[in-house]
């Protein structure tokens, strides 16, 4: 095998390999409905016994996956915190994208782990809770304990 082969051979592994981990196509390949029936990763609810749909989440991959969500079920209310800069990449219609630190927590990073609790708070138990998470979340969603600051954190 030549050098320009190998290469050719290792950008295809790199490409697949990326295509594979792309958030909205994983939000496709694991989230559907079918009549009254939401399925996510093999798990089936029946959404006739749902009261309201409820996002929650964090990370640098969560506004692409927020996004797609939205095309495949309904969703009544959400909160999930994105980088600074790129909330304006991804268009939701009940899912507000707040964004925050990253990727070291800020004063706006406490601002969206309130929202997304005060979410969490509010759900019943006819609710369901569907949340998302990638890698970042740790700074994106920061609530120190009492007597550390956000910077210490």
């Not at 409820?54 to 999930?80: I, R």
């Not at 969206?112 to 969603?141: H, P, T, Y």
């Amino acid at each position: 095998m030549d050098e320009k082969s190998g290469r050719a051979i290792a950008r295809g592994a790199v490409n697949a390999a990326i295509s594979a981990l792309d958030p909205r196509a994983l939000v496709r390949k694991t989230v559907a409905v079918k009549g009254s029936t939401l399925t996510i990763c093999g798990d089936r609810t029946d959404l006739s016994k749902i009261r309201r749909i409820l996002v929650l989440g964090t990370g640098k991959a969560s506004g692409a996956m927020a996004e797609e969500l939205e095309k495949v079920v309904e969703v009544d209310a959400g909160v999930v915190s994105v980088p600074r800069g790129t909330a304006h990449k991804f268009k939701t219609k009940n899912i507000e994208l707040l964004e925050a630190g990253h990727p070291r927590p800020d004063e706006k990073s406490v601002q969206a782990a309130e929202a997304v609790m005060g979410l969490a708070k509010s759900a019943s138990a006819q609710d369901l809770a569907i949340c998302l998470i990638s890698g970042g979340g740790s700074a994106l969603l920061s609530l120190p304990a009492e007597g550390i600051s956000v910077g210490e954190k």
